[in-house]
């Protein structure tokens, strides 16, 4: 008898959507793309409880005529190319033709579009994959998709969805980052009744961005823009300059030809970029357009089309870092050029080094912003009453920025300066929370977020009070810290709220507290402790060593990596045949 048999459509239909729909933002994503391919201007998007009962995308584009509105719902159906040939000059978002297909095969979609106002307008109504109704209406160009039921009939699918604030902030994100693709299309979102995001057309990319984020707090944007007429790349966005940096990499985003895409390397290069501005614990804000000729990269890697292959992938890198490197050095007072000629290196793949003139660049007469400052990270320590004298431990030196050699009675000790300092910073945290030891702020504490970080702080900001932690909204950029565990050191309270905050993007955080609270303290310990490559002043270096001497019979880091070794002075007597 046969084992192999073949599924039957409706079921292969379910399956071949799950590649594409995974969670309400995926259909936003592939619904707006349309619009856009559509010429849309404006663009609406309308959800109730996080796009998990109602998605409805409204858009004033192109619209789909009558006779292809029953085409459009088959797979494979698509408007955008006619042969293979067609992919290597593709200018649409949407190509495959799945999109509108999947979708209508995990939910109810009702469609009203139209091409011309005279013509009127075409219905239809899809209930999991079955035509359920046709018909004739009138409207203005455009077209209106209402998806609701999604996963009804799935109930696997639909388990596997987050609470509806969560779910809301991935479409929050997603629709900020089709603003900063678009900044000439206008982009409204509202979920149940209340405006999320509503920005306005016709707008360049660094105005478009202070339309999302705080212009007062993100006044140290930069437009960047690069040419490089030999390889056709052209690169525009905005980038952070060197004093306004952030903790994580939440806020970095990349485009080519108008796709948000996932790139990791790209990224890179252009930290890669800040060096010598930041300090390794510390990221950089941008926005990133890199356009190219189509015919040079594949975007039909990934059902999601978020991945993206290049024909010449270190040719794109190495103009990405010549742009963003020769911008940050135009703009800061004086760059050592020894230190900017090494560090491209890598990148220069296929293309000539840079130039760099024989003395320091010429600063210009009104910098755009002051320079950073030498990273001084005094407020990182809290000096220790203990006499000189009485020190079990004498700081010796740094070693490449990372280790510290010091001595004692006994022999010589060497520690690793974050693994050491994040032990001091988890028993501090951890004492203040078995304890319920909180302490209130004179002056609390402004922290900056993300249309999509307030959606989740909005959700979870009272479960940080296990933590010792007191939150209040202040507006829809900006939460207040106004109560902090008792710790005898200041901490970075802001980038401890931000980092911890990411747990909700990985699982339910109501959850972790429960099954995983030492993780997320070691998640506080470990982003707020000093970096592998943070140069600290030798008194800096002695506090953090008083601070760990007195933790007895402790010697590893929250996450188990030592973090002391010991040289016996017997040992070295030893090998040195001085017994």
Avoid at 298 to 314: G, L, M, Q, S, W
Wanted: hydrophobic share 35%; aromatic share 8%; proline share 6%.
């Amino acid at each position: 008898m046969s084992k192999i048999h073949l599924l039957p459509e409706h079921i292969a239909s379910k399956i071949a959507a799950g590649e594409v729909v995974e969670r309400p933002a995926s259909i936003v994503k592939e619904l707006i793309e349309n619009s856009i391919d559509a010429k849309a201007s404006h663009i609406i998007v309308t959800l109730r409880s996080g796009g998990k009962s109602l998605i409805e995308i409204s858009d004033n584009g192109s619209g789909i005529d009558s006779d292809d509105m029953p085409l459009a719902f088959l797979r494979h159906a698509t408007s955008k190319i006619c042969s293979i040939d067609d992919l290597d000059s593709l200018l649409s978002l949407g190509f495959r033709g799945e999109a509108l297909a999947s979708i209508a095969a995990v939910s109810t979609v009702s469609i009203e579009s139209a091409i011309s106002k005279d013509i009127g307008a075409s219905t239809l109504t899809i209930n999991h994959g079955k035509l359920i109704e046709q018909g004739k209406s009138s409207r203005v160009p455009g077209t209106t998709i209402c998806i609701e039921h999604l996963f009804a009939k799935i109930p696997a699918r639909k388990k596997f969805l987050k609470s509806d604030r969560q779910e809301l902030a991935v479409t929050t994100r997603l629709i900020q980052e089709f603003s900063l693709s678009y900044p000439d299309i206008h982009f409204e979102l509202y979920n149940d009744g209340k405006k999320i995001i509503n920005t306005t057309g016709e707008k360049d990319l660094l105005e478009r961005f202070y339309d999302i984020f705080s212009r007062t707090s993100y006044s140290q944007m930069l437009p960047l823009k690069y040419i490089d007429n030999q390889s056709q790349i052209r690169i525009h966005g905005v980038i952070s300059s060197p004093v306004l940096k952030r903790a994580t990499r939440t806020q970095q985003m990349i485009c080519i030809n108008g796709r948000v895409i996932k790139d990791f390397r790209l990224c890179k290069v252009i930290e890669d970029a800040y060096h010598g501005f930041l300090l390794s614990s510390e990221h950089p804000i941008f926005f990133v357009h890199i356009t190219l000729p189509a015919a040079d990269i594949d975007v039909n890697v990934h059902p999601r089309k978020t991945e993206i292959r290049f024909a010449y992938p270190d040719q794109v890198m190495s103009t990405l870092f010549h742009a963003v490197k020769t911008f940050l050095a135009e703009q800061i007072l004086t760059v050592p050029v020894q230190k900017f000629a090494e560090t491209p290196s890598r990148y220069h793949v296929g293309s000539p080094p840079l130039s760099p003139p024989e003395q320091l660049i010429v600063p210009p007469t009104s910098p755009p912003f002051p320079i950073p400052s030498s990273f001084h990270i005094d407020h990182l320590f809290t000096k220790m009453d203990i006499p000189v004298e009485e020190k079990p431990v004498k700081v010796l030196s740094q070693i490449k920025n990372s280790y510290i050699l010091c001595e004692a009675e006994t022999g010589l000790l060497l520690f690793d300066q974050h693994a050491a300092h994040e032990r001091y910073i988890y028993e501090e945290l951890k004492h203040s929370v078995d304890n319920r030891t909180t302490q209130p702020l004179l002056t609390p504490i402004t922290i900056q977020v993300t249309p999509e970080q307030n959606v989740l702080l909005g959700e979870c900001h009272q479960l940080y009070e296990a933590f010792g932690f007191i939150l209040e909204q202040n507006s829809p950029s900006t939460w207040l810290i106004t109560q902090v565990p008792v710790s005898k050191k200041e901490l970075d309270y802001e980038n401890i709220i931000l980092v911890t905050l990411e747990y909700t993007n990985k699982e339910n955080f109501k959850q972790a507290l429960t099954t995983k609270k030492d993780d997320i303290l070691h998640t506080m310990a470990c982003k707020a402790a000093v970096k592998f490559n943070d140069h600290l002043s030798i008194p800096e270096l002695q506090n953090l060593i008083d601070n760990v001497a007195y933790l007895p019979g402790i010697y590893t880091c929250p996450h188990g990596r030592p973090f002391r070794l010991e040289l016996k002075y017997s040992d070295l007597n030893s090998y040195f045949k001085r017994t």
